[in-house]
């Protein structure tokens, strides 16, 4: 009984007249709707472009500050390239130098030694030099006298 009266009553709910009076009712209603809804349309697309007018500007900040850092990197790595060459060439010279003092270190040190040789000879040569014109000197004047 219940299954006749579901297949005899027409699908949706209640009196199709009913239904067809509500739909009427409810187009201005629906005419409204899509105009309010086309006006949020209008805003909300207004409002991507705005995004996306922002987002490019801020992806062309980025590009931008990014690119700028790079070459600022890259002249950083340069400089710091430039200061090791620098310096690998500073440490060369040093050594260099560190080499040449060493040689002058032991020259001067032969040389104090030589020094120290040919100051002894002189003052005993002169001692002897000494002793020679004090015999020179008697003996002249025992020649003389």
Sequence with gaps: VQLQDRNERPYGCGDPQERMGKLAGSKPDLSARMGFSEEEKLKISKELIDLQIETNKMKE??????FELKNMILSLEDRVQELELCSQKVTGERDALEERLHALETSRKELADEYIILKSN????GKELDQEVRRAAVFALMFLA
């Design 61 to 66: 900040q980025y590009e931008t500050e990014n």
């Design 122 to 125: 002189y003052l005993a040569l």
